[in-house]
């Protein structure tokens, strides 16, 4: 045998483990779950519906959706952007948001919209699904919503929406609020739009595994606001004192081991 072979095989393995982007099977991006995401309108013949004091529904599900993403990535998850650059038409538009979707494989799909009504009545917040799992997403998203003071409008079967009809995972259309409704937009923000709508699919993803380990100190500004937010504490960005003091006593009534670290355990409490 070529005793240059073994020293071969150890030089492609060092390789092939220290390329940018590989890790481990236990926190590999292969390995983590895949969360679709596309911002509803937003491209050429796909224009969304104008509000009060001209605000856009364009507008605003680019602000939810990026955030979104944002918070989505710094928890762990692959993220596919389903929104496409540029279209030819409005069914060209939504085909290229599935085609992309389906062919990621992604656990799940959310587009996110904000509605408005006819005679400017409406208000209030509602999920569609398509199916089972689907509809589990949707009452799980709607729930943190409402939270935020919208009115329920409920979880909607819809299954003839394109994006819901041809996409082959859960899939699920946030109509976050009315943009024509000036109550709605009064209460209507991005940031706490986007850790509701994480927070709803995180709560029955639960990939708590894949999560950032957190402490006093981190630099993950993305996952720490969304820390901050399953807190319910001033999030910054910032894993100062307040955070580690939260994080603490959420430790101490949940029956966790009391160090301040926001490990597997700790995000497992905070997600259920």
Known sequence: ?????????????????SMPGFTSAAGSKASALTVAVDIGHNS????????????????????????????????????????????????????????KANASKADCFVSIHLNASPNGNGFGTEVYYTNDEGKKLAASVQSQITALGFADRGIKYKNTYYVLKNTKMPSILVECAFVDSASDMKKFNPEKMANAICRGLDSQLKPAAGK???????????????????LKINSDGIFGNGTDKAVRNLQKKQGLSVDGVVGQQTWTKLIK
């Open 212 to 230: 950032p380990v957190l402490k006093k100190g981190s630099k993950n500004y993305d996952a720490v606001k969304y820390l901050q937010s399953l």
């Open 44 to 99: 050429a013949y796909d224009g969304g519906k104008v509000g009060v004091n001209g605000l856009t529904e364009d507008q605003c599900t680019k602000k939810v959706g990026t955030l979104v993403k944002a918070k989505l990535k710094a928890m762990g998850y692959n993220v596919v952007d389903c929104t496409p650059a540029n279209a030819t038409s409005l069914r060209n538009s939504l085909k290229q948001r599935t085609d």
């Open 1 to 17: 045998m070529n005793k240059r072979l073994p020293l071969l095989f150890v030089l492609v393995f060092v390789f092939v483990f």
